[in-house]
């Protein structure tokens, strides 16, 4: 945004200078960033045919949805509930782009298994009731004792509520689909490997069909990899065939560790990795540039061909809005100036800076504006965002504030980590 203003200046140039600083870090560890907005004409004109073909924007356009998508993905960022579990770390599989490493004592639990019982008990007296529970892992049938064992207590406790399994697919039978279904499993996400050879990648395939036999809803739930096109392409025509409910485009990621294995295959960070900087507590990583264009590409793809199964977009963007609308609602109403943004869960109001002060509070004020917040250190005002409007037609320079709810010992606090301008120049 360019700008005469030099208060409002300073301030952009502190958020530039965030983002700056935080690539610049990882860039010293040897991760490589694609060029900053590599891809963004590209991104918006695909995002912008899938409009005119119908497709459904959701989280301020992180989520992109096609015909059926499954419940928990629209819960995934509501406020009824929604839940995710593991019986075990542990996985036949060996994917360089797994990211449970970083979840919290991963060491633990994959020796000793993941304490859900005592994360079902405290759900139940958390919530009184949950829209979606899921089962993911690990892999879920290396121990379907377990896994069954989950889903009946799970039935005890919220009976009411969809439940969901994620599974590399090539370990299921017959028995187990059978068993799963009895014990209440309506949805079972399949994550197909691109690399995988062909006689496995022919065994997901039949048992995803020998799931439909006996589950509900059988999906596909995969990270699109940049460079896969024509495979990708071949894959969907045989999940269609399959007879698949729904599919789960991810955008792919870098879990912050087997830099070596992205590098090998020439892969880049997207630049900027976040639309909003902020320390996330999904443990995702970063998003590789070119997944979101070849996901958007495929979407067409898949309606030029007719394709019969939901498609879904989710973006890692997406992947942190659940967390933002756990932080950020119970703070809607916390101050007069502040506002819940139910496009992209983050708390805003209006500012503006130096010389614009003046005249804003006096154009709001007459209009009757009586909810200002003054920051003499910084020379900002701050607003609600209703009143933006008025100060259309002059030159006054407003922007977005976004901001979050912290916690800490001593208490909550709103803390601002972006701003956005109104006016690009």
Request: aromatic residues 10%.
């Amino acid at each position: 945004m360019e700008t005469r203003n030099e208060a409002l200046q300073a301030a952009l140039r502190h958020y530039d200078g965030v983002r700056d600083t935080y690539v610049e870090a990882l860039k010293d560890k040897g991760i490589a960033f694609a060029e900053p907005g590599t891809g963004d004409d590209v991104h918006c004109a695909l995002r912008g045919r899938l409009r005119q073909r119908g497709a459904r924007f959701c989280n301020a356009g992180a989520s992109i949805r096609v015909g059926w998508v499954s419940e928990a993905c629209v819960e995934c960022t509501g406020n009824r509930g929604s839940e995710t579990f593991s019986t075990t770390f542990k996985c036949h599989r060996d994917c360089y782009f797994c990211f449970n490493h970083n979840q919290a004592d991963y060491e633990k639990f994959f020796r000793e298994g993941c304490p859900w019982e005592e994360g079902l008990d405290r759900a139940s007296h958390a919530y009184q009731s949950l829209a979606c529970l899921g089962l993911t892992g690990g892999e879920p049938l290396l121990n379907l004792d377990d896994t069954l064992r989950f889903l009946k207590r799970a039935g005890e406790l919220f009976p009411a509520t969809h439940k969901r399994m994620y599974t590399s697919g090539d370990l299921l039978t017959e028995d187990a689909a059978r068993k799963l279904g009895d014990a209440g499993l309506q949805e079972i996400r399949f994550s197909v490997k691109n690399d995988d050879p062909d006689d496995v990648q022919e065994r997901v395939l039949a048992n995803m069909q020998l799931a439909g036999r006996y589950i509900p809803d059988v999906m596909v739930e995969m990270p699109i990899v940049p460079g896969t096109e024509d495979q990708m392409k071949a894959l969907m025509r045989r999940f269609d065939e399959a007879g698949i409910k729904g599919m789960n485009l991810l955008e792919f990621c870098f879990p912050f560790h087997n830099w070596d294995e992205f590098a090998r295959r020439g892969f880049a960070v997207r630049n900027p990795p976040f639309d909003v900087m902020y320390d996330y507590g999904y443990s995702g990583g970063l998003p590789i540039a070119g997944s979101e264009e070849l996901a958007l590409s495929l979407m067409l793809f898949a309606l030029d061909e007719g394709l019969s199964f939901g498609m879904h977009y989710c973006s890692l963007d997406n992947k942190h809005r659940s967390e933002m609308r756990q932080m950020n609602e119970r703070a809607a109403h916390a101050h007069p100036c502040y506002r819940f943004d139910e496009g992209d869960f983050f708390l805003k109001t209006a500012k503006v800076y130096g010389s614009d002060r003046e005249m804003a509070h006096a154009v709001l004020a007459e209009a009757g504006c009586a909810d200002f917040l003054a920051d003499d250190e910084e020379a900002s005002l701050a607003f609600p965002t209703r009143y933006l409007p008025l100060l259309e037609g002059t030159p006054v320079e407003p922007v977005y504030s976004v901001n979050v709810l912290e916690t800490r010992e001593d208490g909550s606090y709103l803390r601002e980590v972006a701003l956005e301008p109104l006016r690009k120049g």
